[in-house]
C-alpha cells in the first residue's frame, strides 16, 4: 500500500496546485475583499480564502435535499469540487440567488474511474464532468459563462497515470452570472 500526502495544501503537491489555481482565478473575477457562500462544509481552502481578504459563509447540510441553501445576498457563490458529489447538481444551481458563480470540477478521465471512497458514502462522485456537460448544466440552470479554464493535476508521483496528469486537464474552472 503506497502512503499518500495528507489532506493539506503545503503537504500534498496536487492540493498546492489546485488552490493556487483557484485563488489566482478568484482574484482576476472576484477581487477581495467580497462575501462568499461557499457550497459545502467549511475546508482549508476557504480558511485560505479568509486570509486573503474573502469573507466565507459555507452551507451545511444535504444539497440534493434543500438546495435552497444557496439562496444568499453575497457577492458571489462558489463550488469548489462539490457539485460532482450531488445526485442531481440542477436544483441547486437553479436556487442560487447570488450574481456570480464560481465553480470548479473534476473532468472526466479516459485513463482513471471515477471517484468512490471505500469508507464514507458521501464522499463519492456521482458524475464527472466533460467540459460540454458542465456548460450545458450551467446553462440549463439559468447561468451564462463568462470565463472558463481548465488545469492539470501534477502529482509528483512516478507511473503510467502521474504522467498522464502532467498534461491532461483534470478540472474545470468556470465563472458565470445570472441571465438577465
Not at 480558511?47 to 457577492?75: I, W
Request: with cysteine; hydrophobic share 40%; proline share 9%.
Amino acid at each position: 500500500m503506497t502512503s499518500r500526502a495528507p489532506y493539506d495544501p503545503a503537504l500534498n503537491p496536487v492540493l498546492k496546485h489546485r488552490y493556487k489555481n483557484t485563488c489566482s482565478l478568484l482574484s482576476r473575477v472576484l477581487p477581495a475583499p467580497a462575501n462568499i457562500l461557499d457550497i459545502g462544509m467549511p475546508n482549508p481552502l476557504g480558511k485560505h480564502l479568509q486570509t486573503l481578504g474573502y469573507s466565507v459563509l459555507n452551507t451545511e447540510g444535504d444539497l440534493d435535499a434543500h438546495p435552497e441553501l444557496a439562496s444568499t445576498s453575497a457577492d458571489a457563490v462558489t463550488a469548489f469540487e462539490v457539485l460532482e458529489h450531488l445526485v442531481s447538481p440542477l436544483p441547486l444551481l437553479q436556487a442560487i440567488t447570488a450574481p456570480k458563480l464560481i465553480a470548479t470540477v473534476p473532468l472526466r478521465l479516459w485513463f482513471a474511474p471515477a471517484y468512490r471512497s471505500k469508507s464514507d458514502l458521501w464522499n463519492c462522485h456521482y458524475h464527472e464532468f466533460e467540459d460540454w456537460q458542465f456548460d450545458w448544466l450551467l446553462e440549463r440552470a439559468g447561468w451564462s459563462i463568462t470565463h472558463r479554464e481548465k488545469w492539470t493535476s501534477p502529482t509528483g508521483w512516478i507511473g503510467f497515470r502521474p504522467l498522464l496528469r502532467q498534461f491532461t486537464p483534470r478540472y474545470y474552472a468556470v465563472c458565470a452570472e445570472r441571465k438577465i
